[in-house]
C-alpha cells in the first residue's frame, strides 16, 4: 500500500503494530457467546409462524410439555403481561414490539412461542410439538402496495401502514431546477440485504438469586443495551449485569437482539436457571434480527450544460418490515450527507418509513448511508452520460474543493475537512485510468462486455444521534459520548476500561496505542479490559464508525489527565512549577538539569505509597476517567430544518474494471482500486482490513445478496444456499491508495474508519456494470445486480 | 434416543464421551469435550467455520455425526501450537497480518490454509484462494489472509 504523505511525529499510533485481540482467536481461546458453558443450563428454540400474517387463536403446549427433558413453553401472551414492549425509534405509541408475537404473526417465521428444554435437540423436537391456532388473514409485502388506503393494516391499531413520511427542503430547490438547463429524472432500488455476520446471534441470561443481579452474556453490539434489558423487565440498571468482554463474532450494526435478551431474561428468572438461546441460521435469516435497508429511491437532479449540479430531490421509501425499532432512524443519518461529496447548493429530502409483513429491519454498517450514496453515484454517471462528459470529469466539476473545508452542506451539516480532489488524483493516477480504460475497449474488441466503474462517496463518522430528534420531535437526546478510564497500579502497570463490547474492531489495540501515545509507555504493556457493565462507563457503543474518534478521544484525555497527575506529583516534589518539568516516557526531570530526574516507577510509588510526598489535598493512588461528548453534538436541530449531524467525514473513491458474460450474465470484477482518506490512521492493519471487508460487504450488496420474498411472503433467503455470500473467488485483490487530510475536530485527526468501503463500493459495481451495458443502451438501477437479472436484461427479457 | 461411546484421538490426545446418534461432530467437540476453538457458523456445510481436520483432510463438522469420527485422528485450531504453547508459522503470520477482525471464522480459515501448506508449500494466489473458497468471512474481504498465507509459505520455503 503506498503511504504517502503519512504523519511521522508519531511513537505508536499511525505505525504497523499486531492487533492485540489477534493472540485469542488464532489460538481458539476467543471468548465468543457460545462459549460460556454452564451447569444446569437451559436451551431455547423458537416456534415459528409459517404465514406472513395470521390471527393467534390459541396455543396448546401439552404435548410438547410431556416430552421427556422440556422445561417450559413460552407464549407472547405471557410475554404481553409481563414485560414492557420495547422501544420503537419513532414516535409509535400504538404499534407495539413483544419479543414473541402476540395475539397476530405479523411476518412468516415469527417467533410466536419459545420452547426452553435441557438441551437444544430437545428444544427443537418439542417445537414440533406446539400446536398454534392459526387463523391467516390479509398481509402486504410491497411497500408501495402497503401505502394505498385499502392495503390490509400490518398495525391496525396505528390505523396506517406509514410509519414516517417526511419532507424537507433546504435551499431554493424550486428555483434551482426552473432556472437549470437540464434535470433528469429516474428510480433506483437497494434490495433487502445485510452484512450477515458468521455467528448468529446468542445470549445467556442468569439470575444470580444471591445477588439478585441478572448477569447476561450476550454477542451484543448496540447502545443502551443494559438500560434497554432494565425497562423490559422493570429491573433496576443495577440490577443488570452485562458481560462486555464476550467476543462477538462479526456484527457490522446487526447485533441488537434485545428480543432474545428479553426472552432469556425472562426465562432464568421464571425457572431459576440459567437460559440461552443460540440461534440457528433459519431463526437468525428468517426471524432475528439480520435484515437491513429495503429502499426505492426517486431521484431529481438540475445540472447545466458543464455538468455542474445545483439541485436535487431524493425520495426515499424503506420498507421497515414489520416492527420498527431503530430501523426507520437510517434514514435519517444520509441526511448528514445528502448531497455527498459534492458542492450542490440545494436539496430536498422525503424520508418514506413503511411498514409491511416482513421480518423487521435492523441497523446496518452505514446506517443508511450506503444506499443513498449509491442512488447519488448513479444521478452523478446518468449526469456525465447525458451531456457526454466523462464521468471522473463529472465528479470533477462539482467535487468540494479542498480550500472550501470546512464546508456547510443545504441540510445544516458542516464537513469537517477533506481533499477529495487530490484522492481522486493520486487514485486515477495509481489506478492507471487511461489503462484501465485501454483494457476495457480491448475486452469489448473481443466481442465481450467490459465496464471501467468509479464512486467518490463520503463516510460520515463519529456518531450522534441527531437523527432522533430530528425524526422525533419527542425525543430530545443530544448526548452521544465515550469513557474511558486509565487505572495505574502500585507496580505501574496501566489499564484501560472501556464500556462496551467488540465484534472485531481491535479496541483493546485501540486503547493501548493511544494511551501509549500520550505517556509514552510501550503499548504492548497496556492492557485495554471491557468491562462488565456494572462496572462499566458511559457510553453509546461502536455504533456510527465512532470509536477511534470517541474512545480514542477519551483514551487520549485520561492519559492526559494521569500525565498532569505525575506532573504535580514531581512538580510538588522539585518544588518547581510543571512548565519547568520535561515529560520523557514517563519519567519526568528539570529542564536544564537532566540530573534532576523521578522515574515513573518512583512517581507511581509515591502516588500508591508516599502519601506524605503527594501535593497537599491529592488523591491517592493514580487514575482517571475522561467522558467526552461527540464534537460538534449537543445541539437540537434547529428550526429551519437544517441539523448538523455527524462530526467527521471521510472520503472514498473506488475505480473497478469488470467484464460481463455476454451469454450468462455474470460479472467478473478484474481490478479493483480504491482510495482512501480517513484522515491520520491510528492503526493502518486495522483500517485495511475494515476497508478491504466493507468492500466485500459492497460487492456482496451490488450482486448477490437480497433478502427475498415470494408474493405470498414466503422468506426464500433463510440459508446461505439461498441468500449468497460472497466467497474468496468472488472477492478480487483491492489496490488501495491512502491519503491523510486531518479531522480538526479530533485529538489525533483521526476520522471513522467502521464503514469504509461498504460506503463506495455498491454504487462503483453498479457505475462498471452500467459502463459495460451502455454500448447496448441498457442499464440497471437495482441492486443486486445478479447473474440472471443481467441475463434478462441481455435477453431482452426486462427493459 | 440411544447414547454411543466414542473414543477418538484430538490434538494428539485419545478423548472419550458419549453422544447420541443424532450429535453433529461440531457440538460433540466443543459441548461433551470443550473444545471451543471449533465454531458453528451455518449448520449446512457452506461457511466452513467449524472445519477441522480428520485423518489429514479437512472436513466440515457440521455435516459429519460425532459417531462417524469414532476411532479417527481429529485436528483442531487448539493443535496448531506447538507443545509448549509456541504459536506455527502459519498462526503468526495471521496475527502479523491482522488476517482476521472478529474471529469467528479464524479456526476454519487456519484449517483450510494449514491443509493446503501441507500438501502445497508453495502455493499462488489462486491456489489459496481455492483453498479458502469454502470459508466464507464478512471482515476481512479475504485480502489479509491470502497475504498471511503467503507470508507463511516464504518463511517455509526459507526454512528449507
Given at each position: 500500500m503506498p503511504d504517502t504523505n503519512a504523519s511521522p511525529e508519531y511513537r505508536y499510533i499511525t505505525k504497523k503494530r499486531r492487533v492485540t485481540e489477534d493472540r485469542r482467536f488464532i489460538t481458539g481461546r476467543g471468548n465468543f457467546a457460545a462459549d460460556y458453558n454452564m451447569p444446569g443450563m437451559l436451551h431455547v428454540a423458537m416456534v415459528t409462524s409459517p404465514y406472513t400474517c395470521a390471527e393467534i387463536k390459541g396455543i396448546n403446549a401439552e404435548a410438547a410439555l410431556a416430552l421427556p427433558g422440556v422445561r417450559y413453553v413460552l407464549t407472547g401472551a405471557e410475554l404481553f403481561e409481563n414485560i414492557n414492549p420495547l422501544l420503537s425509534g419513532l414516535d409509535l405509541p400504538k404499534v407495539k414490539r413483544i419479543p414473541l408475537a402476540h395475539e397476530r404473526a405479523r411476518y412468516a417465521g415469527e417467533w410466536v412461542a419459545a420452547v426452553v428444554a435441557e438441551t437444544r435437540h430437545i428444544a427443537e423436537d418439542a417445537v414440533e410439538l406446539v400446536e398454534v391456532d392459526y387463523n391467516p388473514i390479509e398481509f402486504v409485502i410491497d411497500p408501495e402496495e402497503a401505502m394505498l388506503p385499502d392495503a390490509p393494516l400490518v398495525h391496525p391499531q396505528h390505523g396506517s401502514n406509514i410509519l414516517c413520511d417526511k419532507t424537507w427542503v433546504w435551499g431554493d430547490v424550486d428555483d434551482d431546477f426552473e432556472s437549470a438547463p437540464h434535470s433528469l429524472a429516474f428510480r433506483a432500488r437497494w434490495s433487502r440485504c445485510s452484512t450477515v455476520p458468521i455467528e448468529t446471534f446468542v445470549v445467556t441470561a442468569k439470575w444470580d438469586e444471591g445477588k439478585e443481579v441478572l448477569d447476561v452474556w450476550a454477542s451484543i453490539q448496540m447502545p443502551k443495551y443494559p438500560e434497554q434489558i432494565a425497562r423490559a423487565l422493570s429491573l433496576p440498571v443495577n440490577a443488570i449485569n452485562v458481560h462486555f468482554d464476550v467476543d462477538v463474532g462479526g456484527s457490522y450494526g446487526l447485533k441488537r437482539g434485545i428480543r432474545q435478551t428479553?426472552?432469556?431474561?425472562?426465562?432464568?428468572?421464571?425457572?431459576?436457571?440459567?437460559?440461552?438461546?443460540?440461534?440457528?441460521?433459519?431463526?437468525?435469516?428468517?426471524?432475528?434480527?439480520?435484515?437491513?435497508?429495503?429502499?426505492?429511491?426517486?431521484?431529481?437532479?438540475?445540472?447545466?450544460?458543464?455538468?455542474?449540479?445545483h439541485s436535487l430531490k431524493i425520495k426515499a421509501t424503506d420498507d421497515a418490515g414489520c416492527y420498527p425499532g431503530r430501523a426507520p432512524l437510517q434514514?435519517?443519518?444520509?441526511?448528514?450527507?445528502?448531497?455527498?461529496?459534492?458542492?450542490?447548493?440545494?436539496?430536498?429530502?422525503?424520508?418514506?418509513?413503511?411498514?409491511?409483513?416482513?421480518?423487521?429491519?435492523?441497523?446496518?454498517?452505514?446506517?443508511?448511508?450506503?444506499?443513498?450514496?449509491?442512488?447519488?453515484?448513479?444521478?452523478?454517471?446518468?449526469?456525465?452520460?447525458?451531456?457526454?462528459?466523462?464521468?471522473?470529469?463529472?465528479?470533477?466539476?462539482?467535487l468540494i474543493r479542498a480550500d472550501e473545508f470546512p464546508y456547510r452542506i443545504p441540510s445544516g451539516s458542516e464537513y469537517d475537512s477533506g481533499d477529495y480532489h487530490t484522492v481522486l488524483d493520486k487514485l486515477q493516477e495509481s489506478a492507471g485510468w487511461q489503462e484501465l480504460l485501454a483494457k476495457r475497449d480491448a475486452i469489448r474488441a473481443e466481442g465481450k462486455l467490459a465496464g471501467l466503474g468509479i464512486s467518490t462517496c463520503l463516510e460520515p463518522s463519529g456518531g450522534n444521534s441527531s437523527f432522533e430528534p430530528f425524526f422525533n420531535p419527542k425525543n430530545d437526546t443530544t448526548t452521544w459520548m465515550e469513557s474511558c478510564l486509565i487505572k495505574v497500579d502500585m507496580l505501574g502497570s496501566i489499564t484501560?476500561?472501556?464500556?462496551?463490547?467488540?465484534?472485531?474492531?481491535?479496541?483493546?489495540?485501540?486503547?493501548?496505542?493511544?494511551?501509549?501515545?500520550?505517556?509514552?509507555?510501550?503499548?504492548?504493556?497496556?492492557?485495554?479490559?471491557?468491562?462488565?457493565?456494572?462496572?462499566?462507563?458511559?457510553?453509546?457503543?461502536?455504533?456510527?464508525?465512532?470509536?477511534?474518534?470517541?474512545?480514542?478521544?477519551?483514551?487520549?484525555?485520561?492519559?492526559?489527565?494521569?500525565?498532569?497527575?505525575?506532573?504535580?506529583?514531581?512538580?510538588?516534589?522539585?518544588?518547581?512549577?510543571?512548565?519547568?518539568?520535561?515529560?520523557?516516557?514517563?519519567?519526568?526531570?528539570?529542564?536544564?538539569?537532566?540530573?534532576?530526574?523521578?522515574?515513573?516507577n518512583l512517581l507511581i510509588d509515591i502516588a500508591h505509597r508516599q502519601y506524605h510526598k503527594m501535593p497537599l489535598g491529592s488523591e491517592p493512588g493514580l487514575q482517571a476517567q475522561h467522558t467526552w461528548e461527540v464534537p460538534t453534538g449537543g445541539a437540537l436541530p434547529a428550526e429551519d430544518g437544517t441539523v448538523q449531524m455527524y462530526p467527521c467525514y471521510a472520503f472514498e473513491a473506488h475505480i473497478p474494471l469488470i467484464s460481463i458474460d455476454p451469454e450468462t450474465g455474470q460479472v467478473e470484477i478484474l481490478d479493483y482500486h480504491m482510495g482512501h482518506d480517513c484522515g491520520t490512521v491510528l492503526n493502518p492493519d486495522i483500517v485495511r482490513g475494515m476497508t478491504f471487508g466493507g468492500i466485500a460487504h459492497g460487492i456482496g450488496a451490488a450482486l448477490y445478496e437480497k433478502f427475498e420474498y415470494d408474493e405470498g411472503g414466503q422468506h426464500l433467503s433463510g440459508s446461505f444456499m439461498d441468500y449468497l455470500l460472497p466467497s474468496s473467488h468472488e472477492i478480487p485483490h483491492v489496490e488501495m491508495i491512502k491519503h491523510y487530510t486531518p479531522s480538526p475536530l479530533t485529538t489525533f485527526g483521526q476520522k471513522g474508519s467502521g464503514e469504509s468501503g461498504y460506503l463506495g463500493a455498491p454504487a462503483a459495481i453498479a457505475s462498471a456494470v452500467n459502463d459495460a451495458l451502455a454500448p447496448l443502451g441498457k442499464s440497471i438501477e437495482t441492486l443486486p445486480m445478479r447473474v440472471r437479472d443481467i441475463e434478462a436484461l441481455l435477453n431482452g427479457q426486462i427493459e | 434416543m440411544s447414547e454411543h461411546k466414542i473414543t477418538l484421538t484430538v490434538n494428539g490426545r485419545e478423548m472419550s464421551g458419549h453422544a447420541e446418534a443424532r450429535l453433529t461432530l461440531v457440538d460433540f467437540l466443543r459441548d461433551v469435550l470443550g473444545q471451543t476453538g471449533t465454531h458453528i457458523g451455518c449448520e449446512h456445510g457452506v461457511c466452513g467455520a467449524c472445519s477441522v481436520v480428520m485423518d489429514g483432510k479437512p472436513v466440515r463438522s457440521c455435516l459429519m455425526f460425532a459417531v462417524m469420527a469414532d476411532g479417527?485422528?481429529?485436528?483442531?485450531?487448539?493443535?496448531?501450537?506447538?507443545?509448549?504453547?509456541?504459536?506455527?508459522?502459519?498462526?503468526?503470520?495471521?496475527?502479523?497480518?491482522?488476517?482476521?477482525?472478529?474471529?469467528?471464522?479464524?479456526?476454519?480459515?487456519?484449517?483450510?490454509?494449514?491443509?493446503?501448506?501441507?500438501?502445497?508449500p508453495n502455493p499462488n494466489e489462486a491456489e489459496i484462494r481455492e483453498a479458502i473458497g469454502g470459508n466464507l468471512c464478512r471482515c476481512t474481504g479475504y485480502q489479509q489472509i491470502v497475504e498471511a498465507v503467503q507470508m507463511t509459505a516464504k518463511k517455509l520455503r526459507a526454512a528449507t
Open positions: 428479553v426472552i432469556v431474561s425472562y426465562l432464568t428468572r421464571k425457572l431459576r436457571a440459567p437460559v440461552r438461546f443460540n440461534e440457528d441460521r433459519l431463526e437468525n435469516m428468517s426471524g432475528g434480527e439480520m435484515h437491513g435497508p429495503d429502499r426505492i429511491f426517486d431521484m431529481e437532479v438540475a445540472f447545466d450544460d458543464d455538468g455542474i449540479m434514514l435519517g443519518k444520509p441526511v448528514s450527507a445528502i448531497v455527498g461529496p459534492y458542492r450542490i447548493k440545494s436539496a430536498s429530502y422525503t424520508a418514506i418509513s413503511v411498514t409491511t409483513n416482513k421480518t423487521s429491519q435492523e441497523a446496518v454498517r452505514g446506517f443508511g448511508q450506503a444506499p443513498t450514496n449509491f442512488a447519488i453515484e448513479v444521478m452523478v454517471d446518468k449526469v456525465a452520460r447525458k451531456l457526454g462528459i466523462d464521468r471522473d470529469e463529472v465528479r470533477r466539476r462539482n484501560a476500561l472501556m464500556g462496551t463490547s467488540t465484534s472485531g474492531q481491535g479496541h483493546e489495540t485501540l486503547l493501548s496505542a493511544v494511551i501509549g501515545e500520550v505517556l509514552e509507555r510501550d503499548p504492548d504493556t497496556i492492557r485495554g479490559v471491557h468491562a462488565e457493565s456494572l462496572g462499566a462507563l458511559p457510553s453509546n457503543s461502536p455504533v456510527g464508525s465512532r470509536m477511534a474518534i470517541m474512545l480514542g478521544g477519551a483514551a487520549a484525555g485520561a492519559a492526559e489527565k494521569i500525565k498532569k497527575q505525575l506532573l504535580e506529583i514531581a512538580a510538588h516534589n522539585f518544588q518547581l512549577p510543571v512548565d519547568r518539568l520535561i515529560y520523557d516516557g514517563g519519567d519526568i526531570s528539570v529542564d536544564g538539569d537532566p540530573d534532576k530526574v523521578m522515574s515513573w | 479417527h485422528d481429529i485436528m483442531t485450531v487448539e493443535g496448531l501450537e506447538g507443545p509448549e504453547g509456541e504459536l506455527s508459522p502459519l498462526q503468526d503470520a495471521f496475527w502479523e497480518n491482522h488476517a482476521m477482525q472478529c474471529g469467528y471464522c479464524t479456526p476454519g480459515m487456519l484449517i483450510a490454509t494449514h491443509t493446503l501448506l501441507q500438501e502445497n
